[in-house]
C-alpha cells in the first residue's frame, strides 16, 4: 500500500510529453533533485526527504528565433564515473549543464538540413553509457557524446543509424558480462527497439520491431527490455536475441514513463489513463527467463500522467507529474 | 512541435464557435433567415479556398493572439457584431471545449474524428448553398489526404503540441460543470471507465513466453478502472459513423452558456512569459489573416439586410458587468494590425483592409434597439 505524502509546488505546469520527469537521488546529502520541461522552460528543484523544497531555479531552452520561444522536449540528468551532468533537449538544441543547472558546459545546435518542411525538428532521449551520453534525433539518429572527467570538452564522437523515425527513449545499464554484452537501447515513434553494445564504437546487436504503435519509453535490466507502449502495453524482451518473454496489458491509455529501482527489481509503468503500477522482475528458477508480478496500482485522479520516477533505491517511493499541474505528487509505501 | 497541426486546431475551434453562435441565435430569436445568413457568411469565409491553402501549409502553430484574431475577423464576416465581452465568453468556451476533447480522445488519431463530427455538423448548417456544401467536402478531402496516411507517432505529437497549446486553461464552464465532466477547480474529469481506445486491450492481463514463443503462464491483476472494448472503430471516411460522440454538437438542446471567472486561472508566472515577448507577429500570421480579410465579401450593413448584435449573455446588464470584472490575466490580446513592425506586409494589409469597413471597436449600449439605431446612422 502507498499512501500520498505532501507535494511540492511547481512554478508552472507540467507539459504534456513523456517521461516528463527527471530524479537524481542524492542519499548521501539526503536529498533528491527533481526535473519537469514547463514548456519553453523547465524547471529543476531541490527537495529534503519530506518533499520540502530547498532550492529551484529555472532553464530556458536556447536560442529563440521566431516568434515563439522552442519548446523543450526532456529535461534528465546523466549520471556519469566521474561527475553527473544534466541534459535538456529542444526544438533547437541540445543544452548540457553540470548537475545544479547552474553552469552551461556544451550546446549543440541542431541541423535541420535534411529535415523535408513537414517534419519537426527536435532532440528527444537521453541516456548516460559510461562515460557517454546519448542523445535521439528527429531523424532516428543518436549522437554520442564523450564526455571528459571535467571541463567543457565534450566532443560529439559518433552517430548511430538504426531508426528511420523520430527517437523517443533511450535505456542504458552497466554491462551485465560475458554472457550479456547488451547495455543500450532505444526506441523510437515507430515502436522499434535496437538493442546496442557500447564501446568507442556503438554496435548494434538486436532489432525488435514494432507493431504500429509508438514506444514513448523504455528500460533495461539485467539484459531484459522493457516498454511501454502507446496501445498501453508493457513487453519485456530478451536483449540480445529479442524475444518476447512478456506481454502484460497494463494500462488503457498510452504509456507514459518507465523506471526502474535496479537494486530490487522493481519496474514502474505510469500511463495517460492516470494510473501508475508497480512491477516486481525476477527470474524464474526453472528456465532463467524473466517474470513480472503486478504489485500495486495507483489511481491519480483526472490526471493526465506525463512523468514517474522512483525516489529511492529501494522503490518504496515514487514522484508523479501530471499535464497542467503545478506540483509534484509523491507516493511512499506505508 | 508538430507542423501539422494548425488545421485542426482551427477548424474544430471554428466548428464550436459555430454550435454556440447557433445557440444563441436561436436562443435571443434572431429571424431564420438573418440567422441562416449568418452561419452561412461564416462558414463561406473559413472554408475560403485561399485561406485553407494558407492553412494547410506545414508551419508551427500561431501564437494566441494571432488566433484570437482570426476569429474575431470571422465572427464579424456577416451582418452580424459581437462586443468585446461577448467575443471573450465566445472564446473561452470554443477553447475550453475543444482542450476537453483533445485530452479525452481515447486515441491520438481520434482528433481526426472529432475534427469530422466537426465538419459533418457544419454542412448541417449549410443551407441552398451547393457551393459552400461543396467547399466544405473539399476540406474534407484535404484532410484525409494530409492525415490518412499519419502514424500512431505523428499523431501522438499532435495531440502533444495541441494540449501545449492549452496549457493552464482553466476556465470553468457551466455545462461542463454539470454533466460533471469537470471539477469545480477548473479540471476535466478523466473518467476510468468506459470504452477502450481501438487497439488497446482491457487492462489485467500479465502472459509470459519461453523461449519458442509458447504462453506458459497467463495471470490476472487488478487494474483499478472498469473498461470495455471499443464496440468498432470509427469512420475515416466522407459519409460514416464516426462512433466517438467527441465534437459533435453539445448545445443542440437549450443548455446553459455561464462561464466562471474567479481562480480560473493559475501559475501566472509562467503566462507572463508569452505576453512579455516582443509581439511581432510572424510574416505568415499576416498571411493568413490578409487570406481570411481577403475572402470576405465587403460588408455594409444596409439595405435589406440590417446587422445586428449577438449577445453571450442573458442581458446587456450581464454583458457589461462581465466586461467590467474579467481577471486581468485572462484579457485576450487581439492584434492591433496597424501597429506591426513588419512594413510591406502591413501595408499590403492596410490596402485590403481599407477597402471594406469593419467595425473594429465594438459598440458599447445600454440595448440592442439603440445598437441598430447607431450602425443605421453610419449608412
Known amino acids: 500500500m502507498f499512501r500520498r505524502e505532501r507535494?511540492?509546488?511547481?512554478?508552472?505546469?507540467?507539459?504534456?510529453l513523456c517521461n516528463n520527469l527527471s530524479v537524481l537521488q542524492l542519499p548521501v546529502r539526503n536529498l533528491t533533485h527533481f526535473g519537469v520541461v514547463h514548456g519553453p522552460s523547465a524547471q529543476l528543484l531541490s527537495a529534503a526527504p519530506e518533499g520540502v523544497p530547498l532550492a529551484q531555479r529555472q532553464l530556458q531552452a536556447k536560442e529563440g528565433a521566431g516568434v515563439s520561444p522552442p519548446l523543450i522536449t526532456q529535461v534528465h540528468w546523466c549520471v556519469l564515473p566521474f561527475r553527473v551532468l544534466l541534459v535538456l533537449t529542444s526544438h533547437r538544441g541540445i543544452q548540457m549543464y553540470e548537475s545544479d543547472g547552474s553552469v552551461m558546459v556544451y550546446w549543440h545546435a541542431l541541423d535541420a538540413g535534411d529535415a523535408s518542411l513537414v517534419q519537426a525538428v527536435f532532440a528527444r532521449g537521453i541516456a548516460a553509457s559510461g562515460h557517454f551520453i546519448c542523445v535521439g534525433m528527429w531523424s532516428g539518429r543518436v549522437l554520442v557524446f564523450d564526455i571528459p572527467a571535467k571541463g567543457p570538452?565534450?566532443?560529439?564522437?559518433?552517430?548511430?543509424?538504426?531508426?528511420?523515425?523520430?527517437?523517443?527513449?533511450?535505456?542504458?545499464?552497466?554491462?551485465?558480462?560475458?554472457?550479456?554484452?547488451?547495455?543500450?537501447?532505444?526506441?523510437?515513434?515507430?515502436?522499434?527497439?535496437?538493442?546496442?553494445?557500447?564501446?568507442?564504437?556503438?554496435?548494434?546487436?538486436t532489432r525488435i520491431p514494432g507493431f504500429g504503435v509508438p514506444c514513448p519509453s523504455v528500460q533495461?535490466?539485467?539484459?531484459?527490455?522493457?516498454?511501454?507502449y502507446g496501445n498501453g502495453q508493457v513487453r519485456l524482451y530478451e536483449a540480445s536475441t529479442g524475444t518476447l518473454h512478456v506481454q502484460i496489458d497494463a494500462h488503457a491509455r498510452a504509456i507514459c514513463a518507465l523506471d526502474l529501482a535496479p537494486e530490487v527489481g522493481k519496474l514502474l509503468s505510469a500511463a495517460e489513463d492516470t494510473f501508475v503500477h508497480i512491477w516486481q522482475l525476477s527470474r524464474s528458477p526453472e528456465g532463467g527467463y524473466i517474470e513480472v508480478e503486478h504489485c500495486h496500482g495507483e489511481c491519480v485522479p483526472d490526471t493526465q500522467v506525463c512523468g514517474a520516477r522512483f525516489c529511492d533505491p529501494s522503490g518504496s517511493s515514487f514522484a508523479v507529474t501530471g499535464y497542467d499541474l503545478a506540483e509534484i505528487l509523491r507516493f511512499s509505501s506505508m | 512541435m508538430s507542423v501539422r497541426t494548425l488545421p485542426l486546431l482551427f477548424l474544430n475551434l471554428g466548428g464550436e464557435m459555430l454550435y454556440i453562435l447557433d445557440q444563441r441565435l436561436r436562443a435571443q430569436n434572431i429571424p431564420g433567415d438573418k440567422a441562416r445568413k449568418v452561419l452561412n457568411d461564416i462558414i463561406s469565409t473559413m472554408f475560403n479556398r485561399k485561406f485553407m491553402e494558407e492553412l494547410f501549409k506545414p508551419q508551427e502553430l500561431y501564437s494566441k493572439k494571432a488566433l484570437r484574431t482570426v476569429y474575431d475577423r470571422l465572427a464579424h464576416a456577416s451582418i452580424m457584431r459581437l462586443n468585446q465581452a461577448s467575443m471573450d465568453k465566445l472564446y473561452d468556451l470554443m477553447t475550453m471545449a475543444f482542450k476537453y476533447q483533445v485530452l479525452l480522445c481515447p486515441r491520438p488519431k481520434d482528433v481526426l474524428l472529432v475534427t469530422f463530427n466537426h465538419l459533418d455538423a457544419i454542412?448541417?448548417?449549410?443551407?441552398?448553398?451547393?457551393?459552400?456544401?461543396?467547399?466544405?467536402?473539399?476540406?474534407?478531402?484535404?484532410?484525409?489526404?494530409?492525415?490518412?496516411?499519419?502514424?500512431?507517432?505523428?499523431?501522438?505529437?499532435?495531440?502533444?503540441?495541441?494540449?501545449?497549446?492549452?496549457?493552464?486553461?482553466?476556465?470553468?464552464?457551466?455545462?461542463?460543470?454539470?454533466?460533471k465532466v469537470q471539477n469545480s477547480n477548473g479540471r476535466f474529469v478523466l473518467p476510468v471507465s468506459g470504452p477502450l481506445p481501438w487497439g488497446t486491450k482491457v487492462p489485467g492481463?500479465?502472459?509470459?513466453?519461453?523461449?519458442?514463443?509458447?504462453e506458459v503462464r497467463k495471470v490476472e491483476f487488478k487494474h483499478g478502472g472498469s473498461y470495455v472494448a471499443a464496440p468498432k472503430e470509427g469512420s475515416f471516411e466522407l459519409y460514416g459513423d464516426r462512433v466517438l460522440k467527441l465534437g459533435t454538437n453539445m448545445y443542440s438542446v437549450n443548455r446553459p452558456m455561464e462561464t466562471h471567472m474567479?481562480?480560473?486561472?493559475?501559475?501566472?508566472?509562467?503566462?507572463?512569459?508569452?505576453?512579455?515577448?516582443?509581439?511581432?507577429?510572424?510574416?505568415?500570421?499576416?498571411?493568413?489573416?490578409?487570406?481570411?480579410?481577403?475572402?470576405?465579401?465587403?460588408?455594409?450593413?444596409?439595405?435589406?439586410?440590417?446587422?445586428?448584435r449577438l449577445n453571450?449573455?442573458?442581458?446587456?446588464?450581464?454583458?457589461?458587468?462581465?466586461?467590467?470584472?474579467?481577471?486581468?490575466?485572462?484579457?485576450?490580446?487581439?492584434?492591433?494590425?496597424?501597429?506591426?513592425?513588419?512594413?510591406?506586409?502591413?501595408?499590403?494589409?492596410?490596402?485590403?483592409?481599407g477597402e471594406f469597413e469593419i467595425l473594429d471597436q465594438p459598440r458599447r449600449s445600454a440595448s440592442k434597439g439603440d445598437d441598430l439605431l447607431a450602425m443605421m446612422d453610419e449608412l
Open chain 1, 153 to 205: 570538452n565534450i566532443v560529439l564522437s559518433e552517430e548511430l543509424a538504426g531508426h528511420q523515425t523520430p527517437i523517443t527513449d533511450i535505456a542504458t545499464e552497466p554491462a551485465q558480462g560475458q554472457d550479456c554484452v547488451a547495455d543500450m537501447v532505444t526506441a523510437d515513434d515507430s515502436g522499434l527497439l535496437c538493442v546496442w553494445q557500447s564501446g568507442p564504437e556503438f554496435k548494434l546487436l
Open chain 2, 312 to 353: 453571450l449573455f442573458t442581458t446587456d446588464e450581464e454583458e457589461e458587468q462581465a466586461a467590467l470584472t474579467r481577471p486581468e490575466e485572462l484579457f485576450y490580446e487581439v492584434i492591433n494590425i496597424q501597429a506591426t513592425q513588419d512594413q510591406q506586409t502591413n501595408e499590403e494589409l492596410a490596402r485590403i483592409m
Open chain 2, 262 to 308: 474567479s481562480g480560473a486561472s493559475e501559475n501566472l508566472a509562467a503566462q507572463t512569459q508569452e505576453s512579455i515577448a516582443p509581439n511581432p507577429l510572424a510574416k505568415e500570421e499576416l498571411n493568413l489573416l490578409a487570406r481570411l480579410i481577403g475572402g470576405m465579401e465587403i460588408k455594409k450593413p444596409s439595405g435589406p439586410e440590417p446587422g445586428f
Open chain 1, 7 to 16: 507535494s511540492i509546488p511547481l512554478r508552472g505546469s507540467a507539459a504534456a
Open chain 2, 205 to 214: 492481463l500479465v502472459r509470459t513466453f519461453n523461449n519458442k514463443g509458447e
Open chain 2, 123 to 179: 454542412k448541417g448548417f449549410i443551407q441552398d448553398s451547393p457551393t459552400i456544401l461543396h467547399q466544405v467536402d473539399e476540406t474534407f478531402q484535404q484532410l484525409t489526404e494530409i492525415y490518412g496516411g499519419l502514424s500512431a507517432g505523428e499523431f501522438q505529437l499532435i495531440r502533444q503540441t495541441l494540449l501545449i497549446f492549452f496549457q493552464d486553461l482553466h476556465i470553468r464552464v457551466s455545462i461542463f460543470l454539470k454533466d
Open chain 1, 220 to 228: 533495461l535490466w539485467q539484459g531484459t527490455v522493457a516498454a511501454g
